[in-house]
């Protein structure tokens, strides 16, 4: 079972910036993509950004430009570097690994961003 752990979110302003961190229970980078989803309320969860296992990376087109998806293998954390937060960011925000060879999905407990003036 692969456990995921977010951090860093928090309360910004618009036109700031956070990083948020996902760290998985083990080296589990090589055979899952990892994934970034927020879900505001009332609304569904939808994709932020994610990365493949083998590098590839795609965004969400309200977030094109502005977030920054990466990982590090050696500490097993998965990055979301977000700048220019606008007020439509605000959201719970959820770690996600998808093991490319079962099909298995894993989510993290999620971390709150608000971005408020």
């Known amino acids: 079972q692969v456990q995921l752990v977010e951090s860093g979110g928090g309360l910004v302003q618009p036109g700031g910036s956070l990083r948020l961190s996902c760290a998985a229970s083990g080296s589990i980078f090589k055979n899952n993509n990892m994934g970034w989803y927020r879900q505001a309320p009332g609304k569904q969860r939808e994709l932020v950004a994610v990365?493949?296992?083998?590098?590839?990376?795609n965004y969400g087109d309200s977030v094109k430009d502005r977030f920054t998806i990466t990982k590090d293998n050696a500490k097993n954390t998965l990055y979301l570097q977000m700048n220019s937060l606008k007020l439509e960011d605000t959201a719970v925000y959820y770690c996600?690994?998808?093991?490319?060879?079962?099909?298995?999905?894993?989510w993290g407990q999620g971390t709150q961003v608000t971005v408020s003036a």
């Open positions: 990365i493949t296992n083998n590098g590839g990376i």
């Open positions: 996600n690994a998808w093991n490319t060879a079962s099909g298995r999905t894993s």
